[in-house]
């Protein structure tokens, strides 16, 4: 191997440097470069740098002030080449295409100003879209896992990523994979849902639209994080290997094996006391070891510094360093701090292992190569960059649609759909606000709070805009604020709701960070008591006598006690994204038909703290507790406006394809399939879609199992008197869990398969038995469970 790189400085010339010749793998021509490197210039490529980042403490990461020392010269910053640039467009307002020229002057002079000429890997966020000015604002991921469609979650985020790579990004931070376990934690609106395979069936498609476009996909946050003591946020997490392996790491496994995912992010969570970016057995152990991965393992912010400030494992930045190293860490996010002159002198002075240097270098370069981004064809600036638009016709078309199935309908005594001619009064402070649409992460909420003056860059109209447009009669009154003690108001609203024929009352959150909303990272609630005086708005709204439809958008499940069953009808959305407006009145006009399904249960007692449905039978109502933890709504409800009959739930047999007697016990061999089938009809007036959800019940284990859980589900659009036959094969290893050895096990014994409408509305229960010697499983196990769906003829809806 000839080294012809220059060492005065100067970029090299790239002819015959085995390490960019693309007919070589990404790994030999990362071990090609990976020689010639000195640690100053490996350094370089471990840490990223957030020029833009505000520190005036209205940040959009944890300790932004504390963590933001003064930089050295951009020249100096980058002389020696650079990992990462950190936000260029979700830092503060800047127009697309200016955006993505000076993204391309910055990639041009840290190619010019290093040897060895390797741009830069820049990354966003993108939970709820390319986290940009002008970019389309998605719904947020509680809504994906409402809508129960992974595939249209994964166009979505095909998308999401088309727009991203446009603009000059190669790596998106997301989708967030966290399984909520106490809905009063801030960043419940980020994860999908409270239910393991709704997460890992979600998150994967999401994982495999974003990749598809060749945009690195971002796993966060890697492990435990929404398990958190109290539901506080960055908060201990007080929990036990089970529920960590059972319930908290499968999405990660499905949207690395399903997904391709090729970053992962730490959680800022200390589980048991051991911080995770300190937990080699975590970051290296499992993740890469045991699970294969070989992607790289990017710092939340600041998290490496986090070990020494936060959690006290670490006495001086250069520990802190050696600490996330050797755990598995690659990439310090999002500036350069412990990883530059700290850890530079840990090495020089013998305290970290260059070996571990050469490690974390090894795997960015490999990422980089297989981006392209060490290519000679590579180019800073996208050829039609002067066309370059984020939010289109078409990426609005995914927006709604997705909203519009997200949308549930909790309760409905016949007031929806709104009647025509009616006089509606729409009530209530979320009612004509349009940032009630939008989640913490979306750019005007986590960004564009702070740049006023730039408007929210994209046409988000609010509910009262939309409902205008099917109502005629409407008339409005907020009633309150969403946060606050005011309660000056409540009569006009009162007074307004007696005038009408109906009452559509909106109420819930508005999101923020740190503080700064009622739902959002950093915004953990108390209880789960609607924010401010909005509860006394509804009471008094319900006393009023004119039929309410309570319409809930928020980023968290509350409580809707006895006093709530007032409302003739119940709609809750989860931030619905820009087109949530219309979505949400086309659904109360029957314009559409609503179709989501719950991903979080919802509670009935604000003060209850109730936990999720994977509950065992000591975590329902019981005999021992004065508590009784019976949601209001439980996991998987939700109502639409035509009728679903179900019928014919039976056990296939392999062989032949008889269909049991559902009485009839079935065996179920430890290390085969079990298929079962369901016909569901549309037994209404018009076109609907049913959620055919499939749960197991293991009565008998040798650890506490809960009474249910999902392992199966499928949207089924269906015209009035339509049929179809839903089939599910479902491997025993999605039966697994994890034994008294600590193992994960199929264990043999009696189970049910029970198809429901929700987790506490089944439908038909069939009985199997799993045969054969308890069989050991590990990360290569069957993850999915196949669905087949069988439309058959109509039928006449006279006959």
């Not at 564009?448 to 009669?473: F, K, M, T």
Request: with cysteine; proline share 7%; aromatic share 6%.
């Amino acid at each position: 191997m000839r080294n012809d790189v220059p060492v005065d400085g100067a970029p090299a010339s790239h002819d015959a440097t085995p390490w960019r010749d693309a007919r070589l793998s990404p790994v030999e021509r990362a071990e090609a470069l990976l020689p010639l490197m000195s640690l100053e210039e490996k350094l370089a490529q471990l840490v990223g740098v957030w020029v833009g980042a505000d520190a005036s403490g209205e940040g959009v990461a944890p300790h932004q002030a504390d963590m933001l020392d003064e930089l050295p010269p951009w020249s100096t910053v980058i002389r020696h080449g650079l990992g990462q640039l950190t936000r260029p467009f979700g830092t503060a307002p800047v127009d697309p295409v200016l955006g993505a020229r000076s993204l391309a002057a910055s990639q041009a002079q840290i190619v010019a100003a290093s040897r060895f000429g390797i741009p830069a890997q820049v990354h966003e966020e993108c939970l709820t879209g390319f986290a940009a000015w002008r970019a389309t604002v998605y719904p947020t991921p509680l809504s994906w896992g409402a809508s129960f469609d992974p595939e249209l979650v994964e166009e979505m985020a095909t998308r999401i990523g088309q727009s991203m790579r446009a603009a000059g990004v190669h790596q998106g931070l997301a989708p967030v994979l966290d399984v909520t376990r106490d809905y009063r934690w801030g960043r419940t609106e980020e994860t999908i849902g409270e239910d393991p395979y709704l997460v890992g069936t979600t998150g994967a498609a999401y994982v495999r639209g974003l990749e598809g476009t060749g945009v690195v996909a971002t796993l966060k946050h890697f492990a435990g994080y929404s398990a958190s003591r109290g539901g506080r946020n960055l908060a201990p997490v007080p929990m036990g290997h089970r529920e960590l392996a059972d319930v908290i790491l499968p999405p990660f496994e499905m949207a690395l094996r399903l997904g391709g995912a090729r970053s992962v992010m730490n959680s800022y969570a200390e589980i048991d006391g051991l911080p995770v970016a300190a937990d080699e057995e975590l970051l290296t152990g499992l993740l890469r070891d045991e699970w294969g991965f070989t992607g790289t393992v990017v710092a939340d912010y600041f998290a490496v510094r986090f070990l020494q400030t936060l959690h006290g494992v670490a006495e001086r930045p250069a520990d802190a360093a050696g600490l996330a190293l050797r755990a598995g860490i690659d990439i310090e996010l999002p500036t350069v701090d412990a990883f530059g002159a700290p850890l530079l002198a840990a090495v020089r002075a013998g305290e970290v292992d260059e070996a571990l240097i050469d490690r974390a270098v090894r795997r960015v370069l490999i990422q980089k190569i297989e981006i392209g981004l060490l290519d000679d064809g590579w180019r800073e600036l996208p050829d039609d960059v002067a066309s370059l638009r984020l939010d289109d016709e078409a990426s609005q078309d995914v927006a709604v649609r997705l909203a519009r199935e997200a949308i549930v309908l909790l309760r409905n005594t016949g007031v929806l759909p709104l009647p025509a001619g009616r006089r509606v009064a729409l009530v209530g402070p979320l009612a004509d606000d349009p940032m009630a649409m939008l989640g913490c992460y979306t750019f005007p909420n986590h960004v564009g709070v702070n740049h006023s003056e730039y408007g929210l860059g994209v046409d988000i109209p609010s509910l009262r805009d939309e409902l205008a447009r099917h109502v005629p009669h409407l008339s409005f009154e907020p009633g309150c604020a969403i946060t606050g003690e005011d309660t000056s108001g409540i009569p006009a609203a009162v007074a307004a709701a007696v005038a009408a024929d109906v009452c559509v009352l909106a109420v819930g959150d508005r999101a923020g960070m740190f503080g700064r909303g009622t739902s959002g990272e950093g915004c953990d609630a108390v209880d789960l008591a609607l924010p401010g005086v909005q509860a006394d708005l509804v009471r008094a709204v319900l006393a009023a006598g004119t039929p309410v439809v309570l319409v809930l958008m928020t980023g968290r499940p509350y409580a809707l006690g006895p006093e709530f069953d007032a409302a003739a009808a119940v709609v809750q959305g989860f931030f619905l994204g820009q087109r949530g407006g219309q979505a949400l009145a086309e659904v109360l006009t029957g314009a559409v038909n609503p179709s989501g399904r719950l991903p979080v249960s919802v509670p009935r007692d604000a003060g209850g703290l109730p936990g999720t449905y994977l509950a065992p039978p000591l975590g329902r109502r019981n005999k021992v507790s004065s508590i009784d933890p019976t949601p209001a709504y439980p996991f998987g409800h939700g109502l639409s406006y035509t009728t679903f009959d179900w019928s014919g739930a039976a056990v296939v047999r392999p062989a032949d394809d008889v269909y049991d007697d559902a009485a009839e016990t079935v065996a179920w061999p430890v290390d085969g399939e079990a298929r079962v089938r369901v016909t569901v009809r549309n037994t209404g007036s018009r076109p609907g879609t049913e959620v055919v959800q499939l749960y197991l019940h293991d009565p008998v284990a040798q650890t506490t199992r809960p009474v249910t859980r999902l392992v199966g589900y499928a949207r089924v659009p269906l015209e009035p008197g339509a049929a179809a036959d839903v089939t599910f094969g479902v491997p025993a290893d999605v039966a697994s869990f994890t034994g008294r050895a600590g193992r994960r096990v199929v264990e043999p014994g009696a189970v049910e398969l029970r198809f429901g409408r929700s987790s506490g509305d089944t439908v038909a229960a069939l009985a199997l038995r799993l045969t054969g010697e308890e069989r050991q499983v590990g990360h290569e196990r069957e993850l999915l469970t196949a669905v087949r769906i069988e439309h058959l003829l109509a039928v006449p809806q006279s006959a």
